[in-house]
């Protein structure tokens, strides 16, 4: 035991640092688990959009999803995401190029009265990095 408190004293910034890293794990966790807007891989997400109707909902900024977007995809304003007209029977997946924004929209969403709604976890960069189709049409 005097080992351990030894230990703690000599390497206080490191114990320091330990902590604070293991609380924010556990709070990024909690919060993940309390959420109602569930992330999906990209493997996870071409499954839903091959079993069902999913509505994808792109949220980056009009010019980056004409450059290139998730096929079927429908562009959205993080703003007016409430003024959308979507389907409440269709699951809602929401992707950025940022998981804040596009769990931001999911919890508007679910506020809203969507049951099944959905982030793109790592949004279009993960799309792409797994070799993922896009398109440039809208």
């Known amino acids: 035991m005097d080992y351990f408190l030894d230990f703690i004293i000599k390497n206080s910034v490191l114990f320091s640092a330990l ?49 290139g977007h998730i096929i079927s995809a429908v562009h959205g304003n993080i703003d007016d995401i409430d003024k959308q007209n979507f389907k409440k029977e269709r699951p809602l997946v929401a992707y950025s190029s940022n998981d804040k924004d596009a769990i931001t929209v999911g919890d508007k969403l679910t506020k809203l009265g969507f049951e099944e709604v959905f982030y793109l976890e790592g949004g279009i960069q993960a799309w792409m990095e797994n070799n993922m189709p896009i398109t440039g049409e809208k």
């Open 19 to 67: 902590i604070i890293f293991l609380f924010l794990i556990i709070n990024l966790e909690i919060k993940s688990l309390a959420s109602t807007v569930k992330k999906l891989n990209c493997d996870e997400l071409t499954r839903l959009l091959n079993k069902s109707k999913a509505t994808l909902i792109d949220l980056r900024p009009i010019a980056e999803y004409s450059a």
